[in-house]
């Protein structure tokens, strides 16, 4: 009896090695559309969030023509938004584009994209505990195009405050990033590349918190480059849109150095 037991066992593990484990039981076989986009939307609402995509990508795969199918896949790329996983979020959020370019809540979906792409860059500070200004800002501009597309597309949609808050905050970021590499430029001297930096933060973040400094840093490239009357033309604007400048007072208290050239002080 005891062998027979002994045997019995064997062959039980040896089918288990043929064939792998038992597979998990698909609750939704059988189901109707309605219902497995019900079952979905409850494990949204308990915010079971990967199980909801599990449920939506059944839906999708077998009933790809259904009335729930734009709904499941912004569902969807929501799921994946709130499991901070942008690179599926903002992947859904295309396709959902490209599928149905005349759906009303065609607004939702840019604005979904661009907050993914927002959020992550969060993350991405959280994780490396390193300014924005120090590294490649490409996730700061990938959000802020979303929300420009979303507000050259929708000007009057019901994100837009929101939209428009966040490129502020965005676009200073970026400006902040490319001042941070003139900076690094003035000091090693490469005042051509320095300057070009400048010029792009006054020509394309014109309302941001850093033309003043960019113009500072205009002149002194300009300066060093012997281009005087460019040089001047900046100091005019610059005295011109900012008589108060912090800049001009920075380079008061150093005798025998011209007041713009406010990095060589450290």
């Given at each position: 009896?005891?062998?027979?037991?002994?045997?019995?066992?064997?062959?039980?593990?040896?089918?288990?090695?043929i064939f792998g484990p038992p597979?998990?039981?698909?609750?939704?076989?059988?189901?109707?559309?309605?219902?497995?986009?019900?079952?979905?939307?409850?494990?949204?609402?308990?915010?079971?969030?990967?199980?909801?995509?599990?449920?939506?990508?059944?839906?999708?795969?077998?009933?790809?023509?259904?009335?729930?199918?734009?709904?499941?896949?912004?569902?969807?790329?929501?799921?994946?938004?709130?499991?901070?996983?942008?690179?599926?979020?903002?992947?859904?959020?295309?396709?959902?584009?490209?599928?149905?370019?005349?759906?009303?809540?065609?607004?939702?979906?840019?604005?979904?994209?661009?907050?993914?792409?927002?959020?992550?860059?969060?993350?991405?500070?959280?994780?490396?505990?390193?300014?924005?200004?120090?590294?490649?800002?490409?996730?700061?501009?990938?959000?802020?195009?979303?929300?420009?597309?979303?507000?050259?597309?929708?000007?009057?949609?019901?994100?837009?405050?929101?939209?428009?808050?966040?490129?502020?905050?965005?676009?200073?970021?970026?400006?902040?990033?490319?001042?941070?590499?003139?900076?690094?430029?003035?000091?090693?001297?490469?005042?051509?590349?320095?300057?070009?930096?400048?010029?792009?933060?006054?020509?394309?973040?014109?309302?941001?918190?850093?033309?003043?400094?960019?113009?500072?840093?205009?002149?002194?490239?300009?300066?060093?480059?012997?281009?005087?009357?460019?040089?001047?033309?900046?100091?005019?604007?610059?005295?011109q849109n900012y008589p108060n400048?912090?800049?001009?007072?920075?380079?008061?208290?150093?005798?025998?150095?011209?007041?713009?050239?406010?990095?060589?002080?450290?």
């Open positions: 009896m005891r062998i027979a037991i002994i045997v019995i066992m064997m062959l039980f593990l040896e089918s288990c090695a597979t998990e039981l698909d609750d939704t076989k059988g189901l109707s559309p309605e219902r497995i986009y019900e079952k979905a939307s409850e494990r949204m609402t308990s915010n079971d969030y990967k199980k909801a995509v599990e449920y939506l990508k059944k839906l999708e795969s077998r009933y790809p023509n259904s009335k729930f199918g734009a709904q499941a896949k912004l569902d969807m790329a929501y799921a994946y938004y709130k499991q901070e996983d942008a690179a599926q979020c903002v992947s859904t959020v295309e396709r959902f584009i490209k599928i149905y370019p005349n759906h009303p809540n065609l607004d939702y979906a840019y604005y979904l994209k661009g907050v993914a792409y927002f959020k992550q860059r969060g993350i991405v500070d959280k994780v490396t505990q390193q300014d924005i200004s120090d590294r490649d800002p490409k996730v700061l501009r990938q959000s802020f195009l979303a929300f420009k597309d979303l507000l050259t597309l929708y000007p009057n949609t019901r994100y837009g405050k929101d939209a428009t808050e966040r490129m502020i905050y965005l676009k200073n970021k970026l400006a902040d990033h490319e001042l941070h590499v003139s900076r690094h430029y003035m000091k090693v001297n490469a005042y051509v590349a320095a300057l070009n930096r400048a010029k792009f933060v006054i020509e394309t973040y014109p309302d941001s918190n850093f033309v003043e400094e960019a113009l500072v840093i205009s002149i002194s490239a300009y300066d060093s480059l012997g281009m005087n009357d460019l040089k001047e033309d900046n100091l005019r604007i610059l005295k400048s912090s800049m001009f007072t920075k380079g008061k208290d150093t005798k025998k150095q011209d007041w713009w050239k406010f990095w060589d002080r450290d």
